[in-house]
T-cell receptor, first 112, second 119 residues
Framework: DQQVKQNSPSLSVQEGRISILNCDYT??????FLWYKKYPAEGPTFLIS?????DKNEDGRFTVFLNKSAKHLSLHIVPSQPGDSAVYFC???????????FGTGTSLTVIP | ETGVTQSPTHLIKTRGQQVTLRCSSQ?????VSWYQQALGQGPQFIFQ???????GRGNFPPRFSGLQFPNYSSELNVNALELDDSALYLC??????????????????FGPGTRLTVL
């Protein structure tokens, strides 16, 4: 039972444009959400997070939006850079749980 | 401040064997989790340790076991290896206690992983 879903396995964007990565979840108990970036042969690297009490969190070029009613979050990267090319994982956790649930990832390619 | 480290980087075992993977948590982090990432999938939670005790477990059989040591290093042991155990095994640490105890929502920091191949 996949509680966190990333329905786009891959995304290609021109350098300088906006990249939008999407994530959907099914568990209404989730209250903390994160995005991780993963390069080949490395572990996931934390990128940005958001608590369910917010609907937006921004960190430099990265912004995460949370729509609780739709159980949907998205990661915006503006402007996209070639170094952003990686696999991006969405993850979520519930206040009474210990594990993070991950999506299957979206492979982003930023074309120079 | 050192990050999360894991050893070995790669490992090849045969079906039925046992394996031990090691992790050294980030300095000051007292909670460690282990994840299995199969090819093309996201990381799947195996279990979490806090103060040397298992504190949460995912949908993995008992042949997956672990230990956490006072210096916050930890081990993942897998007995009776099966072909489907071939995956990247990730260790992640966090500075505070597990959610539900501390109520915190801080971030997990991952190590580079151990690539296990079972033949």
């Amino acid at each position: 039972d996949q509680q966190v879903k990333q329905n786009s396995p891959s995304l290609s964007v021109q350098e300088g444009r906006i990249s939008i990565l999407n994530c959907d979840y099914t568990n209404s108990m989730f209250d903390y959400f994160l995005w991780y970036k993963k390069y080949p042969a490395e572990g996931p690297t934390f990128l940005i997070s958001i608590s369910s009490i917010k609907d937006k969190n921004e960190d430099g070029r990265f912004t995460v939006f949370l729509n609780k009613s739709a159980k949907h979050l998205s990661l915006h990267i503006v402007p996209s850079q070639p170094g952003d090319s990686a696999v991006y994982f969405c993850a979520a956790s519930a206040w009474d749980g210990n594990q993070f649930y991950f999506g299957t990832g979206t492979s982003l390619t930023v074309i120079p | 401040e050192t990050g999360v480290t894991q050893s070995p980087t790669h490992l090849i075992k045969t079906r039925g064997q046992q394996v031990t993977l090691r992790c050294s948590s980030q300095s000051g982090h007292n909670t460690v989790s282990w994840y299995q990432q199969a090819l093309g999938q996201g990381p799947q939670f195996i279990f979490q340790y806090y103060r040397e005790e298992e504190n949460g477990r995912g949908n993995f059989p008992p042949r997956f076991s672990g230990l956490q040591f006072p210096n916050y290093s930890s081990e993942l042991n897998v007995n009776a290896l099966e072909l489907d155990d071939s995956a990247l095994y990730l260790c992640a640490s966090r500075p505070s206690g597990p959610r539900g105890l501390a109520g915190s929502a801080d971030t997990q920091y991952f190590g580079p992983g151990t690539r296990l191949t079972v033949l």
